[in-house]
């Protein structure tokens, strides 16, 4: 008897020591250890970040409420690893989502934890579910001992039956826990590039971030440093260095709270980025990279660069060519004699590699300044007869590669390009358009204009096999930039017991739309799946009421027609009867018509709409009738 009471003791000791250990994650290099701990309530805090634990039995004696708050007594807090909105946390959250009900709440649960060898370090992969809606985070960490660098980025999904709206998406979020933290940071402007200056954070947000839409390192750097109880400096004092794998507009959000603690929130900025996010749609966040060091940012440094010619840079620890470009030397007067010369000059300085930037297309509107010919990607005849290839055998000749200039995501209004498809680039309506450097960026959103520059780089490399290097430049930030009051789609209805599910399952069913409608116009852009309907075409009502009442009554399967009118219907007959498609037939966008010249009445109309979108009251207004925010965000 005694000693079976010793073992099950044992075993019950055992199963403790388990259970406490699937509690406690531990994410390590050489040097740094990031603990994460499962709380009594379900959620993942992070129990500690510093220096690598010397015992590792200490793990075991961590709790997940670190300094959650002053109210201790009355409000059990933590430092929650990825906190969402509407809880008990009073700061800036990692994730925000909008429900299908209109919830703005998310509350994330740990679900499970597992570790695998990647290459160079481990990788963990957490996963966290909201115990009331079908949403999903998943959490990745990727430690690199040698380097003492640590990668980790996020996931999120959803299975609710329509689309979300996430307004905040994190990167990931880090406390630390300090008398002093000094943030230095890098401004820029041209030639003056990498500016530092140095504060403190002090109570409140200090927020670093780029609303350029591109060119992320024009004004400030997707990079910082942070000095704990003195300045960073470089070769002494415990400094953390981050950077975001980001290139459009980022932000990261300083925040110290009411007792001291900082919080590092690293992520694509949400200003005017709220994101519809489909049912099992995953949407992944950009990697945040840091490392730690305790004898300044020169270690800290040499770090992330071993890191990144290990892990990141293709071919990283291989040699880099030197490279001349011919721009400063010529700018835009150059012949092919010229350069030619310029190839053995190279040579001659044990250059690797020859550039031709600037100035060498357009005809019509030939690019002998920045103000024409951006976009006619034909080489200029008078400038350079042979084209590319006499240049790539000059090159060749002088036993250097050949590189070449290209910004195919711009253009000048005075080109051919622009002439022929204005509407390719981002304008604003009843505006003077703003031209930086007397350029629009093109609007990459359309299929049209992707295929455009695919076919700008395809056309040179297939030309030119032996185009050994792009310069691709980026000398525009986003202006102009425009978006019309609501998005609309052409929806496929259904009833709520059809066994229509998909676009596809339309074949031999009778389809119904309005007549002359623009359901008609982009059912009829689908013409095999169009003329397989169960009489060769859609069955046509006088509006769209009639299609939805014959619906209704059971005389045809499914109704085409403005995702607008359709929630607004739906609302008023019954939700439960009805069915929205995931699929539908393309996407339209809804604007206001005001008389042309009425400047006066659109700024108001435009500063009341700014107003009612800024306070909630459209989104509101939108969920009562539509049953679901339809309104875009500038």
């Known amino acids: 008897m005694k000693k079976l009471l010793v073992l099950l003791m044992a075993l019950f000791t055992l199963a403790q020591v388990d259970a406490q250990e699937k509690n406690v994650i531990r994410i390590a290099t050489d040097n740094t250890d990031l603990i994460l701990q499962v709380a009594p309530n379900g959620r993942l805090y992070q129990a500690y970040l510093g220096d690598k634990l010397l015992n590792e039995k200490d793990i075991n004696n961590f709790s997940p409420y670190v300094k959650g708050g002053s109210d201790g007594s009355v409000s059990t807090r933590g430092w929650e690893v990825y906190p969402g909105s509407g809880a008990e946390d009073y700061f800036e959250p990692a994730v925000a989502i909008t429900h299908n009900d209109g919830n703005p709440s998310t509350i994330l649960r740990y679900i499970s934890s597992e570790q695998k060898a990647v290459a160079g370090g481990t990788e963990t992969i957490i996963q966290l579910k909201d115990n009331q809606y079908p949403v999903e985070v998943t959490l990745h960490y990727i430690a690199y001992p040698k380097e003492n660098v640590i990668k980790t980025w996020s996931e999120i999904k959803h299975a609710e039956k329509k689309p979300v709206t996430l307004w905040r998406y994190a990167s990931t979020m880090l406390y630390f826990s300090g008398n002093e933290y000094y943030l230095t940071e890098f401004s820029s402007d041209w030639a003056k590039e990498a500016q530092m200056s140095t504060q403190p954070l002090l109570f409140g947000k200090k927020v670093i971030d780029t609303k350029l839409g591109s060119r992320a390192a024009m004004h400030t750097h997707p990079f910082f440093e942070l000095g704990f109880e003195q300045p960073a400096q470089e070769a002494q004092g415990r400094a953390m260095l981050g950077t975001i794998g980001w290139t459009g507009n980022f932000q990261f959000t300083f925040e110290v709270d009411n007792v001291g603690n900082l919080r590092v929130i690293p992520a694509i900025n949400p200003y005017a980025s709220d994101y519809e996010l489909k049912p099992n749609e995953v949407f992944t966040t950009p990697e945040f990279i840091f490392t730690f060091s305790n004898n300044g940012t020169g270690e800290a440094s040499r770090n992330l660069h071993a890191w990144a010619r290990n892990y990141q840079l293709k071919d990283g620890q291989g040699d880099r060519m030197t490279l001349l470009n011919n721009w400063e030397n010529t700018y835009f007067k150059f012949n092919e004699e010229l350069l030619a010369e310029l190839m053995k000059e190279a040579k001659h300085l044990g250059v690797d590699m020859f550039l031709l930037d600037d100035g060498w297309f357009g005809n019509k509107h030939p690019r002998n300044s920045d103000n024409a010919g951006l976009g006619d990607w034909e080489v200029m005849r008078s400038k350079l007869p042979g084209g590319i290839p006499a240049l790539v055998q000059s090159a060749k000749e002088a036993g250097v590669k050949f590189g070449i200039w290209i910004e195919p995501e711009m253009v000048n209004p005075k080109s051919e390009l622009f002439e022929k498809h204005p509407d390719w680039a981002i304008q604003l309506p009843n505006r003077e358009t703003y031209y930086y450097r007397n350029q629009l960026v093109l609007d990459l959103s359309n299929p049209k204009v992707q295929d455009f520059v695919y076919g700008v780089v395809d056309k040179i490399l297939?030309?030119?096999?032996?185009?050994?290097?792009?310069?691709?430049?980026?000398?525009?930030?986003?202006?102009?930039?425009?978006?019309?009051?609501?998005?609309?789609?052409?929806?496929?209805?259904?009833?709520?017991?059809?066994?229509?599910?998909?676009?596809?399952?339309?074949?031999?069913?009778?389809?119904?739309?309005?007549?002359?409608?623009?359901?008609?116009?982009?059912?009829?852009?689908?013409?095999?799946?169009?003329n397989s309907f169960n009489g060769g075409s859609a069955i046509t009502f006088e509006d769209n009421n009639q299609a939805l009442m014959d619906l209704e009554a059971g005389r045809i399967d499914a109704v085409v027609a403005d995702e607008i009118l359709v929630r607004y219907y739906i609302r008023l007959k019954g939700e439960d009867k009805f069915n929205i498609l995931d699929d539908n037939f393309g996407e339209e966008e809804y604007g206001v018509g005001i008389r042309k010249g009425d400047t006066e009445m659109v700024d108001a109309f435009n500063k009341a709409y700014k107003e009612l979108q800024d306070d909630g009251t459209l989104a509101q207004i939108s969920t009562k009738w539509f049953d679901a925010d339809i309104t875009i965000k500038e």
Not at 494 to 523: C, F, H, P, R, W
Request: include cysteine; charged fraction near 30%.
């Open 462 to 530: 297939t030309e030119n096999p032996e185009v050994a290097f792009f310069k691709w430049d980026c000398n525009s930030p986003i202006t102009n930039v425009y978006s019309p009051y609501l998005k609309n789609k052409q929806v496929i209805v259904t009833l709520s017991n059809s066994d229509i599910k998909a676009k596809k399952d339309l074949e031999d069913k009778k389809v119904g739309a309005q007549n002359e409608s623009s359901a008609i116009s982009a059912m009829e852009k689908e013409e095999d799946l169009y």
